[in-house]
């Protein structure tokens, strides 16, 4: 059940070996056991205001919109209330966890993992994973492990030092959604409508100035293999109407237009993250804006989510999902045989009730710390 004593304070340096892990694809059997994952079912959802207030509500949700061709994705880049990169701490997904648990006690039984969705998108990539090196705090609570991404210090800081040319294409993937969004499901604010009204002096078809504080969230529940998970990551938005399930959800993407093989060949590769990122939450479908180098967008197509696997098989940037599944069963099972081994450093099963800030400090935090090989 959900643990309230974990709220907040976490210890972020490790007090635990290390696990280090290297592992690429070309290290795999050459088959691949099928390891199951099931169906995300939603628990809850939330939103975070413009003012970054977690509130228990739909407040944040947006609604699929056709976006204008030949969009301008840097409009309004002045304007962009951006959000410090911050560590990905777990308390909103904890709190909203805790919320579900006392609204609907004994539900969901014993979890093994729980985490944002990054995480597990990292994790189960990791096999196909060239560039990026990554870090993971595990803390272990009453046989549940919290994964939380570690970015040292340095780290944290080059991701807020950007250089104005990546930072205007950050802000590409962000303008699209406002594009591509709307506050209401009403035909009034779609792009094509002739009623659409431009009296905000903003473009026809824009959603409003992009401020990545808002954001709307929702936490699933799901199990790969043995492991039951929640799950925890934002949504962009929903295609017709709001039902409390992921099944209308929409992941929306910019990639720059294709021109030829090898660009083909780039964004195959890309889809794999594209592809987990939806599929651990239960998104079924992928929405990519194809934009020009300077931003303006180009075409829009729609992807299934279950169908992404079979539309890159066989290709120059081919990737199986099965193994990744696989590995990240692995993983998860190897990381419970780790800490758990008593030998290490007997754990002392912390008292949460009796903590008024959180985790005692005493809680051991194990780091697991991957490289590509
Ligand atoms: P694109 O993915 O269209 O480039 P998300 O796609 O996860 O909803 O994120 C929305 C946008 O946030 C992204 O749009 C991108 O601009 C920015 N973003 C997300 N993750 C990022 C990362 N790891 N590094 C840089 N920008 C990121
Ligand atoms: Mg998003
Ligand atoms: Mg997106």
């Not at 959800?249 to 083909?264: C, H, M, N, P, Y």
Request: proline share 8%.
């Amino acid at each position: 059940s959900p643990n309230p004593g974990l709220l907040a304070t976490s210890p972020l340096q490790a007090s635990q070996p290390v696990l280090e892990l290297s592992y690429s694809v070309k290290d795999a059997k050459r088959s691949v056991n099928a390891v199951p994952f099931q169906l995300p079912t939603q628990l809850i959802s939330f939103s975070y205001t413009p003012d970054r207030v977690l509130e228990f509500n739909d407040s944040a949700m947006r609604y699929f919109v056709d976006p204008p061709r030949g969009a301008q994705l840097s409009y309004g880049y002045d304007r962009w209330v951006r959000r410090p990169e911050e560590r990905g701490r777990i308390d909103s997904l904890l709190k909203a966890w805790q919320k579900f648990g006392t609204e609907h006690p004994g539900a969901l039984g014993e979890v093994g993992v729980v985490s944002w969705r990054g995480v597990m998108t990292k994790i189960l990539t990791a096999p196909y994973e060239e560039r990026d090196g990554w870090e993971l705090n595990v803390m272990l609570v009453n046989g549940t492990m919290y994964f939380e991404e570690y970015l040292a210090e340095e780290k944290l800081q080059s991701k807020n030092d950007i250089e104005p040319r990546h930072r205007i294409q950050m802000y590409y993937g962000y303008s699209f959604e406002s594009w591509c969004t709307s506050e209401s499901p009403s035909p009034a604010s779609h792009p094509g409508n002739p009623i659409q009204s431009t009296s905000d002096g903003h473009p026809p078809g824009w959603g409003g100035d992009v401020n990545t504080n808002v954001q709307w969230c929702s936490v699933v529940k799901t199990k790969l293999g043995n492991t039951r998970m929640v799950i925890g990551g934002e949504v962009d938005c929903v295609r017709g109407r709001y039902t409390g399930k992921p099944d209308n959800f929409v992941e929306l993407k910019t990639s720059l237009t294709i021109r030829g093989a090898s660009d083909e060949a780039r964004f195959e590769k890309k889809l794999i993250k594209f592809y987990f990122q939806s599929f651990l939450l239960g998104v079924p479908e992928i929405t990519v804006g194809f934009r020009t180098p300077s931003g303006v967008l180009s075409t829009v197509q729609r992807f299934r989510t279950i169908e992404i696997p079979r539309l890159v098989r066989g290709k120059p940037g081919a990737w199986d999902p099965a193994l990744c599944l696989e590995w990240g069963d692995r993983f998860l099972r190897e990381l419970r045989i780790a800490i758990d081994v008593p030998s290490v450093d007997p754990t002392p099963t912390p008292s949460l009730d009796s903590e008024k800030d959180g985790i005692s400090s005493n809680l051991p935090v194990w780091r697991v710390s991957f490289s590509p090989k």
